[in-house]
């Protein structure tokens, strides 16, 4: 029995293809179902500025294990096609040249004149274009993470998974040099052949911290909901000031990814960030003017250190395996499909050789 800790994105999409592959699975998290980072993000699908390229070709293979995953389902509700919009202030030279280097790479870019725009996003107003070149990336997407979450853990409990949600684990069990499973905060005690740590932006904190000591840098961000309007906005707007994108129920999601606010810091704290994310979004969107937030919500990301995942087998302990990165949204089924691989059949993903724990991710133990 494998034991995943954390109902977000990341441990759905193990839960999910470990259980695909016929092994029982428990899942468990301190909370509900989806209920941390997965909860408020933009969950933009993409593989836009991730650099080197092994980074940018691991998000690739999440974008396309998203297209091969929902095969697997009569329905998709989740996932939110379209692609996406942007443009730059700056240099519209040195824009070009880098989504050129990005075409190279064999990633799709369409450059679109202003009755392109207008005719996929009629809800923008040109003005706010400038003389910026927008570029069009028709393969990108956005998903609703906790309708992913709750797809997937609904088709792994369909095959026997146990699903626990507010069922904290207080100790991962080890005898000798290998985990034998975890005692969760009531006591509990659950046997595993592995534990799965997918707590995300917790992964640093205990009872982890003393097994596989990752080094998190978490940053968090704003993210501004509004009621049900009339829009006709269709998929991702990534523009110099603000980003946006639908969220069902005619709501819109405003968010902008550099307006950092403390981890810790609450929704309340931030009316006048609100304000100025709705100015900029109004300037974008004309619709928007005088419209007041629905609802906040700030997002802390899973970041480790150096910004780039920690995925595999801890270093000095056999049995726990670890699943921790930014992009979670776009990286999660094809992680969930890899981890469940190497820790079922015990092969090592050449796609994941340049992501694994190693000193450069972990603390330095005293």
Same mark, same amino acid.
């Given at each position: 029995?494998?034991? *995943?800790?954390?109902?977000?994105?990341?441990?759905?999409?193990?839960?999910?293809? $470990?259980?695909?592959?016929?092994?029982?699975?428990?899942?468990?998290?301190?909370?509900?179902?989806?209920?941390?980072?997965?909860? =408020?993000?933009?969950?933009?699908?993409?593989?836009?500025?991730?650099?080197? @390229?092994?980074?940018?070709?691991?998000?690739?293979?999440?974008?396309?294990?998203?297209?091969?995953?929902?095969?697997?389902?009569?329905?998709?509700?989740?996932?939110?096609?379209?692609?996406?919009?942007?443009?730059?202030?700056?240099?519209? /030279?040195?824009?070009?040249?880098?989504?050129?280097?990005?075409?190279?790479?064999?990633?799709?870019?369409?450059?679109?004149?202003?009755?392109?725009?207008?005719?996929?996003?009629? /809800?923008? /107003?040109?003005?706010?274009?400038?003389?910026?070149?927008?570029?069009?990336?028709?393969?990108?997407?956005?998903? /609703?993470?906790?309708?992913?979450?709750?797809?997937?853990?609904? !088709?792994?409990?369909? @095959?026997?998974?146990?699903?626990?949600?507010? +069922?904290?684990?207080?100790?991962?069990?080890?005898?000798?040099?290998?985990?034998?499973?975890?005692?969760?905060?009531? &006591?509990?005690?659950?046997?595993?052949?592995?534990?799965?740590?997918?707590?995300?932006?917790?992964?640093?904190?205990?009872?982890?911290? %003393?097994?596989?000591?990752?080094?998190? !840098?978490? +940053?968090?961000?704003?993210?501004?909901?509004?009621? =049900?309007?009339?829009?006709?906005?269709? @998929?991702?707007?990534?523009?110099?000031?603000?980003?946006?994108?639908?969220?069902?129920?005619? @709501?819109?999601?405003?968010?902008?990814?550099?307006?950092?606010?403390?981890?810790?810091?609450?929704?309340?704290?931030?009316? %006048?960030?609100?304000?100025?994310?709705?100015?900029?979004?109004?300037?974008?969107?004309?619709?928007?003017? &005088?419209?007041?937030?629905?609802?906040?919500? *700030?997002?802390?990301?899973?970041?480790?250190?150096?910004?780039?995942?920690?995925?595999? !087998? =801890?270093?000095?302990? #056999? &049995? $726990?395996?670890?699943?921790?990165?930014?992009? &979670?949204?776009?990286?999660?089924?094809?992680?969930?499909?890899? =981890?469940?691989?190497?820790?079922?059949?015990?092969?090592?993903?050449?796609?994941?050789?340049?992501?694994?724990?190693?000193?450069?991710?972990?603390? #330095?133990?005293?």
């Amino acid at each position: 029995m494998y034991i *995943v800790v954390g109902a977000g994105i990341i441990g759905a999409s193990v839960a999910y293809f $470990l259980s695909r592959a016929g092994a029982p699975v428990t899942v468990l998290d301190s909370g509900r179902v989806a209920g941390g980072t997965s909860s =408020a993000t933009f969950a933009w699908v993409n593989s836009h500025n991730k650099k080197p @390229r092994a980074y940018h070709d691991l998000n690739v293979a999440g974008m396309r294990a998203h297209a091969s995953l929902r095969e697997h389902f009569a329905t998709a509700p989740w996932w939110h096609g379209g692609g996406s919009l942007e443009w730059e202030n700056g240099s519209a /030279d040195g824009y070009r040249a880098r989504l050129a280097a990005l075409q190279e790479w064999g990633y799709q870019v369409q450059w679109l004149d202003r009755a392109e725009v207008q005719a996929l996003e009629p /809800d923008i /107003d040109l003005a706010a274009l400038g003389d910026a070149p927008v570029a069009y990336f028709p393969e990108d997407g956005w998903v /609703d993470p906790p309708l992913y979450c709750q797809a997937l853990l609904a !088709a792994a409990r369909s @095959r026997g998974a146990r699903i626990l949600p507010h +069922t904290r684990v207080a100790e991962v069990l080890r005898r000798g040099e290998r985990i034998t499973g975890v005692r969760t905060d009531s &006591g509990d005690l659950l046997e595993a052949d592995g534990v799965v740590n997918c707590t995300g932006r917790w992964a640093d904190q205990p009872p982890f911290a %003393d097994l596989d000591a990752i080094a998190l !840098a978490p +940053t968090a961000g704003l993210m501004l909901f509004t009621p =049900a309007l009339a829009h006709s906005v269709q @998929r991702v707007i990534f523009s110099p000031e603000v980003h946006l994108r639908p969220d069902g129920a005619g @709501r819109l999601l405003i968010c902008r990814n550099d307006l950092e606010v403390p981890p810790d810091a609450t929704p309340g704290q931030f009316s %006048d960030h609100a304000g100025r994310l709705l100015e900029a979004a109004a300037r974008v969107l004309p619709l928007l003017r &005088g419209v007041q937030a629905e609802a906040l919500r *700030v997002g802390v990301r899973a970041l480790p250190v150096d910004q780039y995942p920690v995925v595999g !087998a =801890a270093r000095e302990v #056999e &049995g $726990l395996y670890s699943v921790v990165t930014h992009s &979670g949204v776009t990286l999660a089924p094809f992680l969930g499909e890899a =981890a469940a691989d190497e820790i079922l059949n015990r092969v090592e993903r050449p796609e994941l050789a340049t992501f694994r724990p190693r000193h450069r991710h972990h603390k #330095e133990r005293p």
